[in-house]
C-alpha cells in the first residue's frame, strides 16, 4: 500500500465554505484546471457517485466512501485490480483551519496506478489547495 498527505493550514476559509465547494461537484471545473468536467446527481453523500474527466485522461466514475458534512470526505476510484482513496479533512485548530488530504492506493497493481495517477495528484496538492481555499473564502 502507498499513501501520501498534504497538510495546509489557513485563515482564508471555514470548513463550511471548503465543504460548499466540494459539496458542488458540478462546478469543480470552474476552479480546477485539471479537468473538463464532474458530474453529481443527487447528493453530495457517502455511497453517491460522480464522474470525472481529467484534461489528461478518461472518463472515471468516482465513489462517496465517506462524508461527514462540514468535517471530512473520501472518495474511492476503482482502477483495474486496485483501489485509490482520496481522503480530505477539515479541522478547526487554534492556528486556523486545517486541511489535509491524503491519497492511499492500494491493490495489486497499486503499485502501477501511484505512477500512473497518484503521485500526479499529490505532486500537484500544494498549488491546487492554496486555489481551492481561495475561491472557497468567496463563498
Same mark, same amino acid.
Given at each position: 500500500?502507498?499513501?501520501?498527505?498534504?497538510?495546509?493550514?489557513?485563515?482564508?476559509?471555514?470548513?463550511?465554505?471548503?465543504?460548499?465547494?466540494?459539496?458542488?461537484? %458540478? %462546478?469543480? *471545473?470552474?476552479?480546477?484546471?485539471?479537468?473538463?468536467?464532474a458530474?453529481?446527481?443527487?447528493?453530495?453523500?457517502?455511497?453517491? *457517485?460522480?464522474?470525472?474527466?481529467?484534461?489528461?485522461?478518461?472518463?472515471?466514475?468516482?465513489?462517496?466512501?465517506?462524508?461527514?458534512?462540514?468535517?471530512k470526505?473520501?472518495?474511492?476510484? *476503482?482502477?483495474?485490480?486496485?483501489?485509490?482513496?482520496?481522503? *480530505?479533512?477539515?479541522?478547526?485548530?487554534?492556528?486556523?483551519?486545517?486541511?489535509?488530504?491524503?491519497?492511499?492506493?492500494?491493490?495489486?497493481?497499486?503499485?502501477?496506478?501511484?505512477?500512473?495517477?497518484?503521485?500526479?495528484?499529490? %505532486?500537484?496538492?500544494?498549488?491546487e489547495?492554496? %486555489?481551492?481555499?481561495?475561491?472557497?473564502?468567496?463563498?
Amino acid at each position: 500500500m502507498w499513501s501520501q498527505s498534504h497538510t495546509l493550514v489557513t485563515k482564508d476559509a471555514t470548513k463550511e465554505q471548503m465543504w460548499k465547494l466540494f459539496a458542488d461537484v %458540478n %462546478n469543480w *471545473h470552474t476552479w480546477d484546471d485539471g479537468i473538463e468536467y464532474a458530474k453529481l446527481e443527487g447528493k453530495f453523500e457517502k455511497g453517491n *457517485h460522480f464522474l470525472l474527466k481529467p484534461k489528461k485522461g478518461p472518463k472515471i466514475k468516482i465513489e462517496l466512501y465517506e462524508t461527514i458534512p462540514n468535517s471530512k470526505f473520501v472518495d474511492l476510484t *476503482h482502477f483495474p485490480l486496485a483501489k485509490m482513496y482520496g481522503e *480530505h479533512t477539515f479541522e478547526d485548530t487554534p492556528e486556523g483551519l486545517k486541511l489535509t488530504v491524503t491519497m492511499t492506493v492500494s491493490g495489486i497493481l497499486g503499485f502501477l496506478w501511484e505512477k500512473i495517477v497518484a503521485q500526479d495528484i499529490v %505532486n500537484n496538492l500544494p498549488q491546487e489547495m492554496q %486555489n481551492q481555499v481561495r475561491v472557497a473564502g468567496k463563498l
